[in-house]
């Protein structure tokens, strides 16, 4: 079937596709399985068709030079009829065989065919008039390779450029009007119409400028007169016809001279040579030879390169005398396959012809194949059904022709096999069942050799691991976990670690703890702990008050990273210890500020009468709650004393005359803590039978307000009748109350309030803290007359009576002690 009916039958069996114009390349190539080229022109053509299934195709796109990294040379997906998400599940990518270089890529989301290295088009394909660089579109499970093609426009990015700055040129008088005197052209590395279009000459007397294609010529226009001038200096100008115009200079310099009217003639016009690669240095390539017909100094020929690229000055050299042209450095085919080089014949005084030079370059099987890894899936499980693609791999060699045709095998022993696939691929397939609990991973080796004389190979060792399934949970070390840490503790600081383990392999046995949700005393349990998820240390999240609770228990899940997970719980118990953080608090006497107390003392009181009692707690526990009482400064030091561990006070001896009326004691409670914590106050004592009797309160005035005062004093005294009465009873009822169980803080007869007592406090007999079988007087003032003190008659057989209860403010009694007190009345 011819291509024409190929073509036909093609276009039948099809429904529509559209072919879309891409912008700015001026056609596209369709290379289908039949080998049928199909050029479409979309100013001259638009139908449709629907485009069966291709294995192979071959787009074009046409985009000019030097292109911005990252600008968008078309659309993969929509020229090749391919879904965008399919670029990024089939691992799209954009390979290429003929340079190291990736000049483009896509862009697997959208599909956007990018520039990714700067393109010189004359770097590339230096004056070729196409420039076409080769792609592969790549495209996995199913593998398919695509073939696109970069035309590289040549855009005006180089100035003409004559060889030499000045050009000598020496012509005798003798030669006539019309004589042509060769110059040697300027050169663009552009190609097109942005190569050199048109020269101009400045204008003189005696040269005008002929120039028809590359060949430029000075003619004279007028005859030489060396007596009137023997030098003339001509600026030539070389324009291109790119946009915007570039151009180039160079000056003539004319020396005027006698005959020589015969310039050098080479034997050819054109040399052809081919050089193998990797050719040893110094090697002659070719030899060129030119004649001039002139004799003498005129007929003395020596040779140059013409206008050549510093890539050829670079690999050759010239010899001036014989014209032997010989290699100084590495020739290399894969790098460059074509030199074309100008060759300049001149005698001695300046005449001078050109001839072309073309050095082919042969391959040498010099490079070994390339195996690469393209694709792999690595880990492999373990219950992965045999003919099971592992792995993509691409074999290249740089190589032409057989040089070039590689084989490829793998080693025996290892259930896998090397499938060909399209063109340089071959895929890795398993080639039967895989048992991790015989052989884990495997070391596999490609060994790929190409065809060359002699044949050159290499080998790429893969190693593929066998993945384990998780079926094994983690099992901590321990079956429960105690953690014990002090009160006050630092947030962050670590409390227990607890610990796991999982038989399963990487992220099987890879164990991740976390806390189970819970409160604790009522609040979340992550409030209190966190636990490290890879450690497994266990931190505490804020401080701890062993006064709130002492002890609570969590639940830690360790847990795999298998699919699905498994996981396993144990419980951690943490307990809080004491640590004396609490200072001893007074209950009474009442801080100084809140209410002015004091208590009477008889006169007539004799030594170990009990005179009063500070009464004091402590939040924390043990023996950081046991307290001790001491008189760190009184009036009269041996007249009271306070029991270490009761903080009873009671006289030391008989009250005399010459004691003080009054007396101040300050007393310090400690505890029993390291280190021990303390708390002081202050007892203010009358040595009295009659407040009548203290001096500074005869001539205190009594106002309206205090006028019930009064009333009550007059009624106390009227009751100290019945005094005894009332005292046998109190005594008979306190004796009843005893027999009965105590309550928790205080009974009717204690005169505590419950507002004084701390928190969570409870009642520690023989440690100091408040007794339920002590009650005492309290006498207040005025501005206490609000408390909620219980004013009872003591019914201990040491404990003093209360004659009488003053009633006054602060202030005054501050007169009476000498002691100044600024808080206001409570």
């Known amino acids: ?112 065919l990018m520039v990714t290295e700067r393109i010189d088009r004359e770097g590339l394909c230096d004056k070729k008039a196409s420039c076409i660089l080769k792609q592969e579109l790549v495209l996995e499970d199913p593998l398919e390779l695509h073939r696109i093609s970069l035309h590289i426009q040549d855009i005006n990015d180089n100035s003409p450029v ?76 070389a324009l291109d016809g790119g946009s915007p115009q570039r151009s180039g200079t160079v000056v003539i310099h004319v020396t005027v001279l006698d005959a020589n009217d015969n310039a050098p003639v080479f034997s050819q016009a054109v040399y052809k040579a081919s050089l193998p690669e990797n050719s040893p240095i110094g090697t002659v390539v070719i030899t060129v030879s030119a004649t001039d017909a002139d004799e003498g100094v005129n ?74 890894l393209k694709s792999v899936t690595n880990p492999i499980p373990e219950d992965t059904p045999a003919g099971t693609e592992v792995g993509i791999i691409n074999v290249q060699d740089r190589d032409s022709e057989n040089n070039r045709q590689v ?28 048992d991790r609990e015989l052989v884990y991973d495997y070391n596999i080796t490609i060994t790929a050799t190409d065809e060359g004389s002699p044949p050159l190979s290499s080998s790429k060792t893969i190693q593929l691991s066998v993945a384990d399934i998780n079926d094994n949970p983690p099992v901590f070390e321990e079956q429960s976990y105690s953690a014990y840490v002090s009160e006050n503790n630092k947030p962050g600081s670590s409390l227990c670690t607890v610990s796991a383990r999982d038989p399963d392999w990487r992220q099987n046995g890879t164990v991740i703890y976390s806390l189970l949700s819970g409160e604790v005393n009522g609040a979340s349990v992550s409030s209190y702990l966190s636990v490290n998820g890879d450690t497994g240390v266990i931190h505490a999240v804020r401080s701890f008050d062993y006064e709130q609770f002492r002890s609570f228990k969590v639940q830690v899940m360790a847990r795999d990273n298998g699919s699905p997970p498994l996981s396993s719980n144990v419980t951690v118990s943490v307990f809080i210890s004491d640590v004396n953080d609490n200072s001893p608090q007074i209950l009474y006497p009442a801080p100084e500020g809140s209410s002015f107390m004091t208590e009477l003392v008889p006169k007539a009181a004799h030594g170990g009468s009990l005179v009063s009692k500070v009464i004091a707690v402590d939040a924390d526990s043990g023996q950081n709650a046991w307290l001790s009482y001491h008189i760190v400064k009184s009036t009269d030091p041996g007249l009271f004393s306070i029991d270490l561990h009761s903080g009873e006070i009671r006289t030391q001896r008989d009250i005399s005359e010459s004691d003080s009326m009054k007396q101040n004691l300050i007393v310090a409670v400690k505890d029993n803590g390291q280190p021990s914590l303390s708390a002081t106050c202050s007892m203010f004592l009358l040595i009295s039978d009659n407040l009548a009797e203290v001096p500074e309160l005869k001539d205190i005035s009594y106002d309206e307000k205090n006028s019930k005062l009064t009333s009550y ?90 004659d009488q209860t003053l009633k006054k403010s602060p202030t005054d009694f501050a007169d009476v002690f000498g002691v100044c007190d600024d808080s206001p009345e409570v």
């Open 1 to 112: 079937m011819s291509r024409i009916a190929e073509l036909k039958h093609f276009v039948v069996s099809c429904h529509s596709v559209r072919f879309k114009e891409l912008q700015p390349k001026p056609f596209q190539n369709y290379h289908l399985e039949t080998g049928l080229t199909m050029v479409i022109f979309p100013s001259l053509v638009s139908f449709s068709f629907f485009l069966l299934h291709v294995a192979h195709g071959e787009q074009s796109y046409s985009f000019p030079e030097e292109m911005k990294r990252g600008s968008v040379i078309g659309n993969i997906a929509k020229d090749f009829g391919l879904q965008t998400g399919a670029l990024s599940t089939r691992r799209a990518r954009i390979d290429t065989e003929e340079s190291d270089k990736r000049y483009c890529d896509i862009n697997v989301r959208n599909g956007a």
């Open 162 to 237: 004559f060889k030499d700055v000045k050009i000598d040129l020496e012509i005798r008088e003798s030669a006539v009007r019309g004589a042509r005197f060769l110059i040697e052209e300027a050169h663009d590395a552009d190609v097109g119409q942005n190569s050199v279009q048109q020269y101009s000459l400045e204008k003189n007397e005696n040269f005008i400028l002929a120039a028809n294609g590359n060949t430029v010529e000075l003619v004279l226009d007028k005859e030489l007169d060396r007596e009137k001038q023997k030098e003339i200096n001509l600026l030539l100008t």
């Open 299 to 372: 007929g003395d020929v020596t040779y140059d390169f013409g206008h050549v690229t510093d890539e050829v000055m670079k690999i050759f050299s010239i010899d001036s005398k014989t014209g032997e042209i010989s290699v100084m450095d590495i020739v290399d085919y894969e790098v460059k396959r074509l030199y074309e080089i100008r060759v300049k014949a001149k005698d001695g005084l300046g005449l001078s012809s050109y001839s072309q030079v073309i050095i082919s370059i042969t391959d040498v099987n010099d490079n070994a194949p390339v195996v690469s």
């Open 407 to 434: 084989r490829c095998s793998i080693q025996e022993n290892v259930p896998f096999k090397l499938v060909p696939s399209i063109k340089n691929y071959y895929s890795l397939v398993t080639t039967g069942q895989l």
């Open 713 to 802: 004093l007059i009624i106390a005294l009227v009751s100290v009748s019945t005094f005894f009465l009332t005292f046998i009873i109190i005594i008979l009822g306190v004796r009843f109350c005893r027999r009965r169980k105590p309550r928790l803080l205080f009974d009717g007869a204690v005169a505590i309030p419950g507002a004084y007592l701390p928190p969570n406090y409870s009642d520690v007999d023989g440690t100091g803290t408040l007794r339920s079988t002590y009650n005492y007087d309290a006498y207040l003032t005025t501005g206490s007359r609000t408390s909620d003190f219980k004013f009872v008659s003591s019914y201990n057989d040491n404990t003093l009576p209360a």
